[in-house]
Each structure stands twice: as C-alpha cells, then as structure tokens.
C-alpha cells in the first residue's frame, strides 16, 4: 500500500532491510524518521553506522545529512502551501505574510527561530521570502506542511549546538540584517541581535550592550561586522567610530 507519510510506495530493497530488524531497532527507526524525514533506508544505515545510537545518529545526519537522498515532498501543496501567505500574484511573501507564517509555526516574531529558518531557506533579503526560497527551502528540509516544518524545530535548535554550524548561522544573520548594499549595520539593530542570538552563549552579554548604550558618544557607533570563531571559542565584534576609526572588541564565550 502507500506509505502516507512519505506518499510513496517503500522499496521491496528498504521493506526487507526492516523485517530484518528487531522491535527495539524498529522503534529507533521510527522515531529516527520522525526527526528527520529520512527514508527507511537511509534512517537503517545511519543508525547502524553509529551503533544504534540516536543522539549521535541524528547529529550526524544533520551536520552531514546525505546528498543524494531524493525529495519526498509534494510540490503542488508547496505551491498552495506558499500562495496561503503571499498576496495575490506576487511572487514573495511579504513582512505580514511572514508574520502569518511564524504564527502558524508558534512563533513569535522576537524570537531568533524566525532568523533561525531563515537561514535554513537561505534566503537573502530581510523581511521577504521570495517564492522560489520557500518552496525549496521546505524541499531541502523534506517538509511539505506548516506540521512538518514544526516538528523540525527541536532539530534546528540542535544544530546550533554544532559549533561550525553556530558560526554559519551567525554570520548569516550579520550579512542577512544588514542587506547586500551596506557594509554597516545600526548600532541598535546589533545590540538587539546580539541579545536574542547570543543569548546564553555570551556571559558578559548584558555587560557587553549597557556599556555600548551608556558610554560616552556610544551613538556614533555603526556596527560593521561580527564573527565568531570557533577555533578560539571568541566573538570578534568590528564597530566604526564617526566613520574613520576601526576598534575591535574580543570577548570569549562561555
């Protein structure tokens, strides 16, 4: 019969890998597809190659998920999927189609998920997901519904454990925020993100953002960039002083 989650009949190849297993291995599969949408066959062999082990499969999987893994979403619910948050006959979905969209997902719109699945779709301007981002941002996670993306989000919140993947994500919101036609991000706009994204990874965050809003002259600042390195577990922040002087603050996280 078919296989309602995925919408595609399972090959006889993945249907005799798992009559092969026992009822505990079964379970771990189950819940392995759950996360992350794989098929039986893919969920089999990565559980086997790291012994059975959940937590370190899926970490696995996500940090280096497979490449050839064919998509089972269905693009036609993708197209009404997308057409239920943009206006009609634009090919974008706008800042109040997006905050329809978060809602759906129970999210508000202060909360760095939103950045987070953002970065996810890969998309480039802020405040807009263009058509052709969200219907292959939802391909590349292999979801084709608002339940389906829900049910990633533990996942994605896990990934940002992975320090290689932090600091992606985190030069992504920098480049994100300020758009492809500035090299300088308000001083403001960067406290407020430092907030939400370094939240509980910065231990002298609170410190960090009073002594840029109380010091002296602190409004001629322009955030320029921010990267973290992994390597050293330290944030570089770059801020521009009345636009002629550089000044590098080096902070280590916790």
Same mark, same amino acid.
């Not at 719109?109 to 890969?122: K, R």
């Not at 979801?143 to 389906?148: A, K, P, Q, V």
């Given at each position: 019969?078919?296989?309602?989650?995925?919408?595609?009949?399972?090959?006889?190849?993945?249907?005799?890998? =798992? $009559?092969?297993?026992?009822?505990?291995?079964?379970?771990?599969?189950?819940?392995?597809?759950?996360?992350?949408?794989?098929?039986?066959?893919?969920?089999v062999e990565v559980l086997k190659e790291h012994n059975w082990n959940m937590e370190v499969?899926?970490?696995?999987?996500?940090?280096?998920?497979?490449?050839?893994?064919?998509?089972?979403?269905?693009?036609?619910?993708?197209?009404?999927?997308?057409?239920?948050?943009?206006?009609?006959?634009?090919?974008?979905?706008?800042?109040?189609?997006?905050?329809?969209?978060?809602?759906?997902?129970?999210?508000?719109?202060?909360?760095?998920?939103?950045?987070?699945?953002?970065?996810?779709?890969?998309?480039?301007?802020?405040?807009?997901?263009?058509?052709?981002?969200?219907?292959?941002?939802?391909?590349?996670?292999?979801?084709?519904?608002?339940?389906?993306?829900?049910?990633?989000?533990?996942?994605?919140?896990?990934?940002?454990?992975?320090?290689? $993947?932090?600091?992606?994500?985190?030069?992504?919101?920098?480049?994100?925020?300020?758009?492809?036609?500035?090299?300088?991000?308000?001083?403001? =706009?960067?406290?407020?993100?430092?907030?939400?994204?370094?939240?509980?990874?910065?231990?002298?965050?609170?410190?960090?953002?009073?002594?840029?809003?109380?010091?002296?002259?602190?409004?001629?600042?322009?955030?320029? $960039?921010?990267?973290?390195?992994?390597?050293?577990? =330290?944030?570089?922040?770059?801020?521009?002083?009345?636009?002629?002087?550089?000044?590098?603050?080096?902070?280590?996280?916790?």
């Amino acid at each position: 019969g078919i296989n309602a989650e995925y919408g595609a009949k399972p090959s006889s190849s993945s249907q005799q890998a =798992m $009559s092969r297993l026992t009822s505990a291995q079964k379970e771990l599969v189950r819940q392995f597809k759950a996360l992350t949408n794989a098929s039986d066959k893919v969920a089999v062999e990565v559980l086997k190659e790291h012994n059975w082990n959940m937590e370190v499969a899926a970490d696995e999987y996500f940090v280096n998920p497979p490449s050839k893994e064919e998509s089972k979403v269905n693009s036609s619910k993708l197209e009404s999927l997308f057409q239920q948050y943009a206006d009609e006959n634009e090919d974008f979905i706008n800042e109040e189609g997006l905050e329809r969209f978060f809602q759906d997902l129970g999210i508000e719109l202060s909360d760095p998920m939103t950045l987070v699945i953002a970065w996810q779709f890969g998309t480039e301007t802020f405040g807009e997901f263009t058509k052709l981002e969200f219907i292959k941002g939802f391909e590349s996670l292999n979801c084709e519904s608002i339940r389906d993306l829900k049910n990633k989000l533990p996942t994605f919140k896990k990934e940002l454990k992975d320090e290689r $993947s932090f600091r992606e994500f985190y030069q992504f919101v920098f480049n994100y925020v300020k758009g492809p036609n500035t090299k300088v991000l308000d001083l403001n =706009m960067a406290v407020e993100l430092w907030n939400s994204v370094l939240k509980d990874r910065f231990r002298f965050l609170d410190l960090w953002t009073s002594f840029l809003k109380v010091g002296p002259k602190m409004h001629s600042f322009s955030f320029i $960039s921010s990267r973290f390195d992994s390597r050293n577990g =330290m944030t570089r922040l770059y801020l521009k002083i009345r636009g002629i002087c550089f000044w590098s603050f080096r902070s280590i996280l916790t």
